[in-house]
Protein backbone atom coordinates (compact mmCIF):
# COMPACT_ATOMS: atom_id res chain seq x y z
CA UNK A 1 0.00 0.00 0.00
CA UNK A 2 3.02 2.45 1.15
CA UNK A 3 6.46 2.58 -0.87
CA UNK A 4 8.90 4.39 0.82
CA UNK A 5 12.00 6.15 -0.80
CA UNK A 6 15.01 8.32 1.54
CA UNK A 7 17.05 11.00 0.04
CA UNK A 8 19.37 13.09 1.49
CA UNK A 9 22.24 10.94 3.08
CA UNK A 10 25.57 11.89 2.25
CA UNK A 11 29.08 12.72 3.99
CA UNK A 12 29.23 15.57 6.62
CA UNK A 13 31.67 17.05 8.93
CA UNK A 14 30.88 16.85 12.98
CA UNK A 15 28.98 19.97 13.87
CA UNK A 16 27.10 20.23 10.33
CA UNK A 17 23.56 19.63 9.40
CA UNK A 18 21.32 17.67 6.86
CA UNK A 19 17.67 16.60 6.36
CA UNK A 20 16.51 13.51 5.04
CA UNK A 21 13.33 13.02 2.99
CA UNK A 22 10.78 10.18 2.75
CA UNK A 23 8.81 10.31 -0.07
CA UNK A 24 5.63 8.26 -0.08
CA UNK A 25 3.64 6.37 -2.54
CA UNK A 26 0.03 6.13 -2.43
CA UNK A 27 -3.34 7.51 -1.08
CA UNK A 28 -2.86 6.54 2.21
CA UNK A 29 0.00 8.30 3.70
CA UNK A 30 -1.83 10.42 6.37
CA UNK A 31 -3.22 7.38 7.78
CA UNK A 32 0.50 6.43 9.08
CA UNK A 33 2.47 7.15 11.68
CA UNK A 34 6.05 7.39 10.49
CA UNK A 35 9.12 6.98 12.05
CA UNK A 36 13.24 6.98 11.48
CA UNK A 37 15.56 4.38 12.30
CA UNK A 38 19.13 3.89 11.63
CA UNK A 39 21.91 1.26 12.19
CA UNK A 40 25.39 0.62 12.11
CA UNK A 41 27.57 -1.70 10.26
CA UNK A 42 27.46 -4.74 12.72
CA UNK A 43 24.95 -3.46 15.30
CA UNK A 44 21.39 -3.60 15.76
CA UNK A 45 18.71 -1.34 13.92
CA UNK A 46 17.44 1.56 16.58
CA UNK A 47 14.39 3.81 16.64
CA UNK A 48 15.49 7.37 16.21
CA UNK A 49 12.37 9.34 15.70
CA UNK A 50 8.53 9.09 15.23
CA UNK A 51 5.59 11.68 14.43
CA UNK A 52 1.77 10.82 14.67
CA UNK A 53 -0.64 10.55 11.99
CA UNK A 54 -1.33 14.26 12.01
CA UNK A 55 1.88 15.12 13.17
CA UNK A 56 0.29 16.60 16.39
CA UNK A 57 2.71 14.07 18.69
CA UNK A 58 6.79 13.32 18.23
CA UNK A 59 8.80 11.33 20.23
CA UNK A 60 12.91 10.61 19.96
CA UNK A 61 15.62 8.61 21.28
CA UNK A 62 18.05 9.95 24.22
CA UNK A 63 20.50 10.33 22.77
CA UNK A 64 19.17 12.77 19.77
CA UNK A 65 17.12 15.04 21.86
CA UNK A 66 17.55 18.69 20.79
CA UNK A 67 19.43 17.85 17.78
CA UNK A 68 16.82 16.03 15.50
CA UNK A 69 13.68 16.98 14.55
CA UNK A 70 10.94 14.78 13.01
CA UNK A 71 7.96 16.22 10.40
CA UNK A 72 5.73 15.68 8.06
CA UNK A 73 3.84 17.42 5.05
CA UNK A 74 1.01 15.58 4.24
CA UNK A 75 0.27 17.02 1.23
CA UNK A 76 3.41 16.10 0.16
CA UNK A 77 3.47 12.92 1.22
CA UNK A 78 6.91 13.16 2.46
CA UNK A 79 8.23 12.63 5.88
CA UNK A 80 11.69 14.50 6.96
CA UNK A 81 14.53 14.05 9.83
CA UNK A 82 16.28 17.72 10.60
CA UNK A 83 19.22 16.29 11.64
CA UNK A 84 22.04 19.32 13.42
CA UNK A 85 25.08 18.87 15.60
CA UNK A 86 26.08 15.70 13.72
CA UNK A 87 28.30 13.74 15.77
CA UNK A 88 30.51 10.92 14.30
CA UNK A 89 28.38 8.30 16.00
CA UNK A 90 25.36 9.39 14.23
CA UNK A 91 26.89 7.45 11.36
CA UNK A 92 24.72 4.73 10.22
CA UNK A 93 22.28 3.77 7.19
CA UNK A 94 18.89 5.55 8.35
CA UNK A 95 15.61 4.23 7.05
CA UNK A 96 11.85 5.53 7.35
CA UNK A 97 9.16 3.19 8.14
CA UNK A 98 4.86 3.25 8.13
CA UNK A 99 3.26 1.27 10.42
CA UNK A 100 -0.62 2.31 11.35
CA UNK A 101 -0.05 2.21 14.94
CA UNK A 102 1.56 5.39 16.41
CA UNK A 103 2.25 3.32 19.61
CA UNK A 104 3.79 0.13 17.75
CA UNK A 105 5.85 1.59 14.87
CA UNK A 106 9.01 2.21 17.60
CA UNK A 107 9.92 -0.98 17.83
CA UNK A 108 8.13 -2.73 14.42
CA UNK A 109 6.75 -0.70 10.96
CA UNK A 110 4.18 -2.14 8.56
CA UNK A 111 6.53 -0.63 5.47
CA UNK A 112 10.27 0.15 5.34
CA UNK A 113 11.99 2.23 2.77
CA UNK A 114 15.61 1.43 1.36
CA UNK A 115 17.87 3.73 3.89
CA UNK A 116 19.95 6.57 2.87
CA UNK A 117 23.85 6.55 4.38
CA UNK A 118 24.80 9.51 6.37
CA UNK A 119 28.33 9.66 7.23
CA UNK A 120 30.03 12.01 9.90
CA UNK A 121 33.61 12.68 10.05
CA UNK A 122 35.49 14.01 13.10
Known amino acids: QVQLVESGGGLVQAGDSLRLSCAAS????????MGWFRQAPGKEREFVAR????????SYADSVKGRFTISRDNAKNTVYLQMNSLKPEDTAVYSC???????????????WGQGTQVTVSS
Open 97 to 111: AADISWFTIKTRADF
Open 26 to 33: GRTFSRYA
Open 51 to 58: ISQSGGST
